[in-house]
Structures are given as C-alpha cells and as structure tokens.
C-alpha cells in the first residue's frame, strides 16, 4: 500500500538537511520510480506515478513533464503534472525557461524565483513562501525529448549541486521509458506491418486469378472456386496425386470470410489408425499412457477457420463415425472426456482415390461421402490439359531460377517439344521436379534438351524418341543450337554467327545441311 501523501509544503523543514536520511530518502525514491517505469505500457500513467513519488519523498510544491506533441514538433504541451490547477494545467510551469533548456538541452536552477523575471508570478512577501524553481532536459543520445520541471520550496543551505544531480537521474530515467516505449511501439509496428504484408502475399499467391493454366478444364475450375470460396460449404477436391489439389485448397481459404483465420491441413494418409483420433479431435489428460495434459485437435486448432483433410479416403472407419458427427452437428468430444467442444471449421477434403469403389469395398461410410461430396472440384490430370504445360513449365523457370541464383531465361524448342509429348504420370509436381533438375544442371540461360532428365528423352519416357547415333546426336544439338541463336539474333544470320561464334558462311553451310527456314525466326516488322 502507498504511503500517504504528504503535505505540499512544509516552510520550517527541509529533507535534506539530514545527509544520511537525505540519501536514504533518495535511494528509496528511485527505486520506487524504476518499479513505476519498469512496464512502460501506459506512459502518460507511468510519468504521473513518478511525479507522485517525488511529491512524497522530496515534498515538490509543483512538477512537470512536457513533451512536443510530436515528435519533430517544438512547441512543449504538458504531459503529465502534479499540484496544477485550472489553465496552468495546459503548458510548462514556466514556459519561456521550458523551452530554453529543451533546445539547448541545459538544465537551469533558479534558487530564489521570484527574483526571476521570466517566473513574474512567484512574487512572496517573505522567504517562508519563497520557491526554487528547476528545470531539466528529458534527454537520449544527445536528442532532448522533453523536459521535467519542479518547484521546491527555498531553503538556504540545499546543496543545488547534488539536488540537481539527483533530479537529472531522475529525467534520464524518464527518457529511458520514453524511449523503451518508442522501441516497442516500433516493434509492435513492424509485427503489425509484416503480418499486413504476409496476409497480402498469402493472398495474392493463393489468388484464384493465379492458379496457372490456360486450358478449358482449368478455367472450369478456377470458376468453380469462384462460387464456392465465399460460401461455408464442404469442398471436396478430387484429382490424381501432384495436380496441385491443395493448393487449390488454399486459394479457397484465402479467397474466404475466413482468411484471418487458421488454414491447418492434416494429411490423413501420413497418421497410423492409432494417432488420428487424437490428432483430429484432441485428447484429455489421462485419456491413455503419456497423456499428461490437455491437448487440442486440428478442429479446435482451425476453429473460424478452415481445415483441410488430405487423403481423405485414408481415415480409418471409427475415426469415421466421430468425423461424420461434425460435419452433422459441429460438435464432438475430446479422446477421453466427456464435455462437449463446439467448432465452426469449414471443411476441404482432397482424395486421390476413387470414393464410390471405397465404399463398395466398405473402407468408407457412404453417409459420410454424402456429407463429404456437397461441392465436388476435379482437377484433371496433366496430360489432358497439354496447353498448360509450357506456360507451367515457364513459371516455373522464373521462379526456380531466381532461388537458385541462376540465370536461365527459357526453354529451347526442341526441348519445349519433349515436355509436350511427355505423359506426366506425376502430373505438376513431377514438371516441377524435372525443370528444377534442368535449371540447376544448366550452365547457361537455355534449357536444351540434353539438360532433360532421361525419362523425357527415351522411347520409354515419351513413346516419341527412337535410338539415335552419335552423328544423329550431334547433328540434333547442332539444329537446336543454330535455331536458338536465330531467335535471339531475329533471324539475322550474321548475328546468329557472331553468337555462336562460327563464320556466317558455316552457318549458311549448316542452316543448308539442316533444312532450317531461318525467314521464320525473322521480325515482322524489322
């Protein structure tokens, strides 16, 4: 409990006549203002505190904090007072020597103020009512931010010296908080700021309007998010493993009411039958052996936002039953307990199985792929959407070679050709792995087509190659790097020659032996 406050003025005693319960007396005061300012959460209250604990340890008539109210504003405004009323409660106590020591940053002791022409109105009769009036800059790194002003009243023998000293320590620990508070309201600015830009760049990256692919089935799909993604419907994203189903998911969530929230994936394929209830729903302290606290499931961990099941087809049939009464209720009990948790997720689910053959093999509750099967999205495979590949496969290169540190630029036509006529078993995912293969193997700004892994350049791998010969070999890259120097030089043989440099006359001599028609690589308008 605080000490009561003392009287403001005691004319006949002064604190400090008394060294040793003098410094004692300071001593305590500043502990007492470091544990005021030691969470500088709320300043403005923190400052008052501190003036209060200088009215009743030293017995200040009147103080003072004013700071600019900004921060490369010049004019002082009262922060924080003690002992004023009326219109003094508005500015500095004496604003002409207020503002002298905020610019100079200088403090000032006036031992007698009433013989202070700046103070006209601390004018006494006799020195029981005289006042020393002080004055000091609230400063860091040589900045003034302020300044603390206090009223004592006069006493001959006070050692201004030390007196000063001690209410400097005392405004050098307001600067301190004042700048701990600066730093954690740019910290907290920073956070704010970097979470705006992450939720941005979350948002533009999952943006429907990104999902590559130019392609009939994909446009389908891209409208079908469209519909479903401001609603609260069960989705359920079908497609062969590696089409990009969740990324698909993603761009749902971030397209959602419920973008500010959670997006958790459980991937049900990944979990033993053993571990699933529990991860899903959570389990209570004791519910089996190692359960020593309280643990909360993806569905409470995604609650008002949304949960993406992976795999669905995955979940074992008692784990079903549970899944089934929260699709139905949106509510469930934790592993071992017995309250009631009540959710709001919205459910994505993704499968590359064939459903309706699980639950006629009964692996899955058919009631369940009714609740499950409310908006349906298939994303069709690779090879049937062949126009998305080259514009994938140049996504790709941009972005992988710039993780990379590497400077390739494009795909040259023959290899261009060979990612067409490839089947892509493991549809984006494997596109993906083969042009990040190419870009890291590729000593230049083009992939050709030797930089392919070999599957895309057999018979085996494409059903298009056949076995050549050495010649046939060289001749192949030769072509490939004539009609690559032909684009960049537009057609302009003497150009290609200097890139490649060869002769124009080899060139002309090789354009022959290959059948090239160099007028095709010409501009238009040149």
Not at 60 to 87: F, H, K, N, Q
Not at 265 to 277: G, M, N, Q, T, Y
Not at 432 to 457: C, F, K, W, Y
């Amino acid at each position: 409990m605080p000490s009561p406050r003392l009287p403001a003025r005691m004319p006949h005693q002064d604190p400090e006549r008394n060294a040793h319960s003098g410094e004692v007396r300071k001593l305590t005061s500043l502990l007492d203002v470091s544990q005021a300012l030691a969470s500088p959460t709320n300043l403005k209250s923190s400052f008052h505190r501190v003036l209060e604990i200088l009215e009743r340890y030293h017995r200040t008539c009147r103080s003072v904090v004013s700071m600019p109210p900004d921060e490369d504003g010049r004019r002082l405004r009262l922060y924080a007072s003690i002992g004023l009323r009326g219109a003094d409660a508005e500015a500095p106590l004496a604003p002409t020597l207020a503002h002298q020591v905020f610019e100079s940053g200088r403090p000032i002791v006036v031992p007698r103020a009433s013989r202070e022409p700046a103070l006209p109105e601390r004018r006494v009769r006799t020195d029981a009512d005289e006042l020393t009036y002080m004055c000091l800059p609230i400063q860091q790194s040589r900045k003034c931010h302020g300044v603390l002003e206090v009223e004592l009243a006069f006493a001959a023998d006070r050692p201004y010296d030390r007196t000063m000293k001690f209410y400097g320590v005392v405004a050098t620990m307001l600067a301190q908080a004042l700048k701990m508070q600066q730093l954690l309201a740019a910290d907290r600015q920073r956070l704010v700021d970097e979470n705006v830009r992450l939720r941005d760049e979350l948002r533009e990256r999952y943006d429907f309007t990104h999902i590559l692919g130019n392609s009939g089935a994909m446009r389908q799909v891209c409208e079908q998010v469209v519909k479903v993604a401001r609603t609260n419907t069960t989705v359920l994203i079908r497609g062969e493993s590696g089409t990009g189903k969740e990324l698909i998911a993603q761009a749902i969530h971030h397209n959602s009411l419920r973008a500010r929230k959670a997006f958790l994936k459980v991937s049900c394929a990944a979990l033993p039958d053993s571990l699933i209830e529990s991860e899903l729903f959570g389990y209570e302290k004791g519910a089996f052996t190692g359960a020593e606290q309280r643990k909360k499931g993806r569905f409470e961990l995604a609650h008002g936002g949304t949960l993406l099941l992976d795999e669905i087809g995955d979940v074992p049939l008692q784990t079903q039953v549970k899944l089934l009464r929260v699709l139905q209720e949106r509510e469930f009990e934790r592993l071992g307990g017995v309250e009631t948790v009540k959710v709001d997720v919205r459910l994505i689910a993704a499968t590359n199985r064939d459903l309706e053959a699980s639950v006629s093999e009964g692996g899955l509750r058919q009631d369940l792929l009714y609740r499950l099967n409310v908006f349906t999205i298939f994303i069709p495979p690779l090879r049937e959407r062949k126009s998305d590949v080259l514009l994938l496969a140049d996504h790709f290169v941009e972005k992988l070679a710039t993780e990379h540190g590497k400077q390739v630029k494009r795909i040259s036509t023959p290899a261009i050709d060979a990612l067409v006529a490839y089947h892509w078993p493991g549809n984006v995912r494997e596109l993906q792995n083969v042009i990040e293969r190419a870009v890291l193997v590729s000593d230049g700004q083009v992939i050709h087509m030797h930089h392919l892994p070999p599957t895309l350049q057999t018979a085996e791998g494409s059903g298009t190659a056949s076995t050549q010969s050495l010649g046939d070999a060289v001749g192949a890259f030769e072509r490939d790097m004539i009609e690559d120097a032909l684009k960049m030089a537009r057609g302009n043989r003497a150009r290609a020659a200097r890139l490649l440099q060869a002769t124009r006359r080899i060139v002309n001599y090789k354009i022959k032996q290959y059948s090239i028609d160099w007028t095709r690589y010409q501009d238009p308008e040149s």
